[in-house]
């Protein structure tokens, strides 16, 4: 149905700022919500923002003021600039979508979760 696949990890120091991509692809698919969420080290998955349809976004507190959310729904893309970075932020990030087969489906909320494969962010103090 829909692959999603994350770039743009990497080390930075403490501080600096990365912006994380995520690209949707397949070959029939309409997308509800997007999301990125993150994974550390012996911690559970977490939700850092989450961004729907109508455009409404949801940060963790933990993020807020600091990472920016953004989709492009004409690229079938989503965004995740991060500021201000902090060695807690340290995680694999991972893209999250509610995906359907249609229009249709999205509005029936016939939609399956879908993950990328994660991109790992460091950030050194």
């Known amino acids: 149905q829909v692959q999603l696949v994350e770039s743009g990890g990497g080390l930075v120091q403490a501080g600096g700022s990365l912006r994380l991509s995520c690209a949707a692809s397949g070959n029939s698919f309409s997308i509800k919500s997007m999301a990125w969420y993150r994974q550390a080290p012996g911690k559970q998955r977490e939700l850092v923002a989450m961004i729907s349809n109508d455009s409404s976004k949801t940060y963790a507190d933990f993020v807020k003021g600091r990472f920016t959310i953004s989709r492009d729904n004409v690229k079938n893309m989503l965004y995740l600039q991060m500021h201000s970075l902090k060695p807690e932020d340290t995680a694999v990030y991972y893209c999250?979508?509610?995906?359907?087969?249609?229009?249709?489906?999205?509005?029936?909320?016939?939609?399956?979760?879908?993950w990328g494969q994660g991109a790992l962010v460091t950030v050194s103090s």
């Open positions: 999250h979508a509610q995906a359907g087969y249609s229009d249709y489906d999205v509005i029936a909320n016939r939609v399956v979760e879908v």
